[in-house]
């Protein structure tokens, strides 16, 4: 059987580039809020919280599916490698920010936006799950 037309490919695929598009969305929102809040907007530290913390739930099912891709699709573990280090720094990105240690704080958030930003990139490479499988692209 053709890993490419499997349902369990297709639909991971699908909730790779969904969740990995989110989360880059929510990754390009933080400094934004965070800027909000240096500029006098003190209600956008909330803001920071809350979509820091979906960012991080963001991040589960592009794992998830990234996991699914590489085991069961035959597909590139690298989106999987990127999900699970940006899971991890993410966990420790939401502690740092809690205990206002921003001199780590800040660089490893640009380390965040460029993980998920290249999740996005692989998942939607041409044929990502052919191209590793064997398959004539």
Known sequence: MDPVRTPISRGALVLLRAGAA??????????????????GHYSML???RM?????ALAL????LAALVLWRGGRGPGR???FAA?????CAAQIVLGFTRDLTVH??????LLYLVVRIVMLSW???PVARYAGVPA
């Open 51 to 55: 979509s820091g913390m979906l960012f």
């Open 22 to 39: 989110v989360a880059a969305a929510l990754a390009c929102l933080q400094p934004v809020l965070a800027g909000a809040f240096l500029q």
């Open 125 to 127: 490479a041409k044929q």
């Open 79 to 81: 989106p999987a490698l």
């Open 46 to 48: 909330a803001a920071h």
């Open 106 to 111: 800040v660089p490893l958030g640009a380390v």
């Open 60 to 63: 589960l099912p592009t794992l």
């Open 85 to 89: 280090l940006a899971l991890v720094l």
